[in-house]
């Protein structure tokens, strides 16, 4: 029976194991073999005058990244691997790899971006690259646990829609039959329409599209989004909740990742400690008119060299909060003696942001007025609109960018590291 590799310990006396040709190496009257499965590697050892004739001739014939299956004894060598070889009794080729590969996995060659996302089944063989989607996975499962754990419900909302939800651009318009249709950029409303359902505490796990044309190193066109919805919470409720997360994510990481972040050369792992610092906003835009050369003002947008100048002054994650009503999506509460600020915030990694979200205006009234301030018709909402007129707890909630989560985590340096199958302005195979 065919155990994993890394239970193949010096101990063990005989074993089977399966797994893809990571090197082979021929010193004339030994071969090595070096097996890889997603626990590890074994050295298999090949006397060529001590094994049988068919070992033999199917270890001539393997090719690397061939999938194999190896059965022997199992011998204690410190030179080797784990400290261990096996010395074959059979070796069968389960699947023969074809030559030469479309890319090297022992990354002797090293490869661009592009061409390893060309042949991603093969790139994420390489140790290095699983061990991001293994600490991805981490941090997904830390996720899960921690809202669990809290008594949220998980809901799944459509993700073809008729509205936009952010404001009318960055759609991306689909054929749905004989009507106009749209990727969803966000569960925005449909979360916040479970708060007039009575759910109080919901989260989704799930793709936005968002039609940026731009090709950066943090944006992509299918992203996953963390989002999350509070019925009779506040934004500082839910902004702590937001830092439990971030930072439940990063204890995960810390107590079950090691062998990964070693994989990725990361030796000084640090968990963020709270309370994340909360700067407003007019403040921030202070910062970054000291330290950046293109004007800033009050109620403009902070771009990409304002975000890097306070993210060197923050050091770690913070918050920026009290944002100017005018920039924020309609959804964000004003403060009620000061409605040209609401109580909206992002939270910010020193390299970018990694979430946003609001306390949301809950009454009607309130709502279709913000709605038309921003140039959108009351109407195009009406779905949304109606669970305000029946009855809406107040509630609040945010939305986290679950690759960059792991992007700036890990200090990948482009986003794409994050995800399997990435998704931008020129990609779409495979
Ligand atoms: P926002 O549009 O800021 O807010 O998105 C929330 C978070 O999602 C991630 N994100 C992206 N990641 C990669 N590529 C993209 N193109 C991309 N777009 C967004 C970011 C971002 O911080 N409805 C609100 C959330 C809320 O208020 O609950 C929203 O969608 O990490």
């Known amino acids: 029976m065919r155990i994993p590799i890394q239970e193949v ?14 090197e082979l190496r021929d010193l004339g009257g030994l071969s090595f073999l070096l097996i890889r499965d997603r626990t ?14 068919a070992v033999l001739s199917a270890v001539r014939e393997v090719s690397r990244e061939s999938v194999v299956r190896v059965a022997g004894t199992v011998k204690a060598i410190e030179k080797a691997p784990g400290g261990r070889e096996l ?6 080729i389960i699947s023969l790899a074809m030559s030469p590969l479309p890319l090297d996995v022992v990354e002797k060659v090293p490869a661009e971006l592009d061409t390893r996302l060309d042949s991603r089944f093969l790139d994420a063989r390489r140790p290095r690259v699983a061990a991001v989607f293994q600490i991805r996975n981490a941090c997904m499962q830390a996720v899960y646990e921690h809202l669990f754990s809290a008594g949220f419900i998980q809901i799944t909302t459509p993700k073809v829609v008729a509205a936009a939800t952010e404001g ?19 569960p925005q409303l449909y979360k916040q329409m479970m708060m007039g359902a009575g759910f109080e505490r919901v989260f989704e796990i799930g793709p936005i599209f968002r039609a940026e044309e731009h090709n950066t190193t943090k944006h992509l066109n299918e992203a996953t989004s963390i989002d999350v919805e509070v019925s009779y919470a506040d934004h500082h409720q839910v902004m702590e909740l937001l830092e439990e997360i971030v930072i439940a994510a990063y204890r995960k990481v810390d107590t079950t990742c090691r062998p990964f972040l070693d ?18 906003y007019d403040e921030a835009i202070g910062i970054a008119d000291r330290k950046i050369e293109e004007p800033i003002k009050y109620g403009d947008d902070i771009g990409t060299a304002a975000e890097k100048a306070i993210g060197e002054e923050m050091g770690s994650h913070y918050f920026i909060v009290d944002w100017p009503t005018a920039i924020k999506p309609y959804y964000a509460m004003p403060y009620q003696d000061d409605p040209t600020v609401c109580k909206a915030f992002d939270l910010m990694h020193p390299r970018m942001e990694l979430s946003s979200g609001s306390e949301r205006v809950h009454q009607y009234d309130l709502l279709v ?62």
């Open 9 to 22: 310990t010096p101990g063990v006396e005989r074993a089977e194991i399966t797994g893809f040709v990571h």
């Open 40 to 53: 590890g590697i074994i050295q298999v050892t090949i006397p060529k005058k001590k094994v049988p004739e």
């Open 87 to 92: 010395i074959p009794e059979t070796f069968e």
């Open 168 to 186: 009318g651009t960055e759609l991306f318009p689909i054929a749905y039959f004989e009507k106009e249709a749209f990727l969803n950029q966000s």
């Open 263 to 280: 994989l990725l050369e990361i030796q000084e792992f640090q968990v963020p400690s709270s309370p994340f610092p909360r700067l407003p």
């Open 369 to 430: 007025r913000q709605i038309q301030s921003k140039g959108l018709n009351p109407e195009s909402f009406s779905f949304y609109l109606t669970p305000f007129c029946y009855g809406m707890p107040p509630h609040s909630g945010w939305g986290l960018g679950a690759e960059r989560l792991v992007m700036t985590m890990l200090g990948l340096s482009n986003i794409r590291e994050a995800v399997l199958f990435p998704r931008d302005r020129h990609r779409l195979v495979p």
